[in-house]
């Protein structure tokens, strides 16, 4: 009698650690896995989801130097996805043969035209004065394609700008921030790294709402995105083409709000409003982090500029009182104004 109780006893066990055991394994191929501790840094990436929020940093660089960044999709559940900014396989749309979607160049550095570019991340000027060729190709020629209605009807800059007034524009701008091309590129390729994730995962499509929330330094980001029918090449006459647009965007805190109360009461209140904007929300394509990492251009004042002082706020690069003073205490004219000579 007794050795048959042990007997019982003993299966009890196994069959109570055979359930938890089943339950964990349930809960991984579900894909949803429950909080972790915040000096955990075994998480699980996406498209495995979290039931609530994971206690992370995001963006964070995890074990092995993989970066990542937090986002929750659109059914409430929560991702960390690996964004990792890193040269792969080519990135290349063709009507000639299968679309070829890996990362590209992207620590590429145009350093044979631009060597203080390579060596520091930021442009000397003097490199850029009386310049004539880039990528081999002649300025005025990348002048004459890359205003409106040339290789694209909005254009790669203004018409009364050209394309060495923007770079050392934005250049002075950079600089003045305190921040670098690469980056001011890095949190733009996160945003593509996670939409190469996506198209890998087979979650994409033309009008994309799968993933409307991205968090990043502290702010919860709104993110949209869609894909164009054909695709744009370069003005450089490099690899890098377009044929995604996305926009970000994210809120102004109270805090915020009364800094700029504050600090631009002159304002009209269609300027005011026109500030906000320019400094909240971002529309960019894919082409953007490359062209800021290889050259440091970032687009002239046309629809599709990446303007720089709105990188830097909505992903939380600089505080906007640290922008406002990079921008001589006058944002507005600072977003608004072209690069002209």
């Known amino acids: 009698m007794k050795n048959r109780i042990e007997y019982l006893v003993r299966w009890k066990r196994r069959l109570g650690l055979l359930w938890v055991v089943l339950i964990f394994l349930t809960s991984i191929s579900l894909g949803q896995r429950g909080q972790k501790s915040k000096t955990d840094q075994d998480w699980f990436f996406y498209p495995l989801t979290y039931l609530s929020k994971?206690?992370?940093?995001?963006p964070s660089v995890l074990k092995y130097g993989t970066e990542a960044i937090l986002v929750m999709k659109k059914d409430s559940?929560?991702?960390?996805?690996?964004?990792?900014v890193e040269n792969g396989e080519p990135l290349l749309y063709s009507n000639q043969f299968k679309w070829m979607m890996g990362k590209g160049q992207q620590l590429g550095v145009d350093g044979g035209d631009f060597?203080?570019?390579?060596?520091?991340?930021?442009?000397?000027?003097?490199?850029?004065?009386?310049?004539?060729?880039?990528?081999?190709?002649?300025?005025?020629?990348?002048?004459e394609i890359g205003r409106p209605n040339g290789f694209s009807r909005a254009g790669f800059m203004a018409e009364d700008e050209d394309i060495l007034?923007?770079?050392?524009?934005?250049?002075?701008?950079?600089?003045?921030?305190?921040?670098?091309?690469?980056?001011?590129?890095?949190?733009?390729f996160h945003i593509w790294n996670l939409v190469l994730k996506e198209i890998e995962l087979k979650h994409w499509k033309r009008f994309y709402d799968n993933i409307p929330v991205i968090f990043y330094n502290g702010h919860q980001l709104n993110f949209k995105a869609e894909r164009s029918k054909g695709w744009?090449?370069?003005?450089?006459?490099?690899?890098?083409?377009?044929?995604?647009?996305?926009?970000?965007?994210?809120?102004?805190?109270?805090?915020?709000?009364?800094?700029?109360?504050e600090h631009y009461s002159r304002l009209s209140d269609v300027q005011r409003d026109k500030l906000e904007k320019k400094l909240t929300s971002l529309y960019?394509?894919?082409?953007?982090?490359?062209?800021?990492?290889?050259?440091?251009?970032?687009?002239?004042?046309?629809?599709?500029?990446?303007?720089?002082?709105?990188?830097?706020?909505?992903?939380?690069?600089?505080?906007?009182?640290?922008?406002?003073?990079?921008?001589?205490?006058?944002?507005?004219?600072?977003?608004?104004?072209?690069?002209?000579?």
């Open 54 to 58: 994971p206690d992370m940093a995001s």
């Open 77 to 84: 559940t929560f991702g960390i996805v690996s964004v990792t």
């Open 115 to 143: 060597p203080a570019l390579a060596k520091t991340g930021l442009h000397d000027e003097a490199e850029l004065e009386g310049k004539e060729r880039i990528t081999g190709f002649p300025v005025r020629i990348i002048n």
């Open 165 to 188: 007034s923007v770079l050392e524009g934005d250049n002075q701008l950079a600089r003045a921030m305190g921040l670098t091309h690469p980056q001011m590129a890095k949190p733009l």
């Open 232 to 261: 744009q090449v370069s003005i450089f006459q490099d690899e890098i083409q377009g044929n995604f647009d996305f926009t970000i965007s994210r809120k102004l805190t109270p805090e915020e709000k009364t800094f700029l109360d």
């Open 284 to 341: 960019f394509s894919e082409m953007a982090p490359y062209y800021i990492m290889r050259y440091g251009f970032y687009e002239g004042h046309t629809a599709y500029r990446a303007e720089p002082v709105a990188i830097a706020f909505i992903f939380g690069l600089k505080k906007l009182s640290e922008l406002d003073a990079a921008c001589n205490h006058d944002l507005l004219g600072v977003l608004t104004k072209h690069f002209t000579k």
